[in-house]
């Protein structure tokens, strides 16, 4: 009812409505940034840090605009570019671009000490997940003698 | 991930740590909406960081695992080496028991599973009920 209700007032209010979810990184910085709606986003309206906005205008035009984020990084071709178009093939990696199976590039070994962090928690309220900035972070060295500690570093993309 | 919690949760916890994004849409390696990987920028503050944590933790059904959040000097993960994901097992005595390799090709569940089987078994006193050992 609610989706029903805000989806109405943007029709209302003029100007095509936005899609609810974000399905390209353009619809996304443009929700977020584009403040005037003119399709392309000024250094003064993305507000951020200078390098991530150089970053975003790909090609320098002063503005963040819809072709500058289009395609994602390839990690065979190196650098991001422009998606491919239809038909055309994958460019195939050579032997040396491929990362190796087995890579064992860590800075800790077995029988090293754990290195200690104290970190915050995210507590769960039902179905709110927030974090608790009063919350006393928890140690990892606050587990020694109890249990074995898994460890999974990882982010969502 | 939450098949092991759910085997080896009760010897072992385990604990998500959140660190700094491998793929931001803004960042050096962009992914995100057309490839089908999840929008997110590069959190600047603890703050953003920890809606985003938020955002995965439920998107992934990651409950009931707990989740540690890296502080903005991605301290954990710099100690770790652990960009942009890796498993680690820590004893109980506190020293590294199992270091996975650098994700995404050295991410094994299967690895650490492993290493939580060896470890619990090397934990268990040799005065086993069933009587076995020579």
């Known amino acids: ?157 | 991930m939450k098949e092991l919690h759910a085997e080896y949760g009760d010897d072992v916890l385990f604990l998500v740590v959140y660190i700094h994004e491998a793929h931001a849409l803004d960042g050096a390696r962009p992914f995100g909406g057309e490839d089908g990987h999840p929008l997110v920028e590069e959190p600047q503050t603890s703050e953003e960081r920890g809606e985003v944590a938020a955002r995965c933790h439920s998107s992934l059904d990651m409950a009931p695992l707990r989740m540690l959040i890296d502080d903005m000097e991605n301290t954990a993960a710099t100690a770790y080496a652990a960009h942009p994901d890796r498993l680690y097992l820590v004893g109980r005595d506190g020293k590294i028991a199992y270091a996975g390799g650098r994700g995404p090709f050295g991410f094994s569940p299967e690895e650490l599973e492993t290493a939580i089987l060896d470890l619990l078994e090397a934990d268990r006193p040799d005065d086993r009920p069933d009587g076995g050992g020579e």
Do not use: C, H, Q
């Open chain 1, 1 to 157: 009812m609610m989706i029903e209700a805000v989806w109405l007032a943007l029709i209302l209010v003029g100007d095509a409505p936005e899609p609810e979810v974000p399905a390209t990184k353009w619809e996304f910085l443009a929700r977020k940034y584009d403040v005037d709606r003119d399709g392309r986003i000024t250094a003064e309206e993305y507000g951020r840090d200078a390098t991530t906005f150089a970053r975003l205008d790909r090609d320098s035009s002063g503005a963040i605009e819809p072709e500058d984020v289009v395609g994602s990084w390839n990690p065979r071709g190196g650098g991001a570019r422009p998606g491919r178009r239809e038909g055309e093939r994958p460019e195939r990696s050579t032997r040396a671009e491929r990362p190796a199976r087995t890579e064992r590039s860590s800075a800790l070994a077995i029988g090293d000490p754990a290195p200690e962090f104290a970190l915050n928690e995210m507590i769960a309220f039902g179905d709110a997940l927030t974090e608790l900035g009063a919350a006393k972070p928890v140690a990892l060295s606050s587990f020694r003698g109890d249990r074995p500690v898994a460890l999974i570093f990882g982010s969502y993309t």
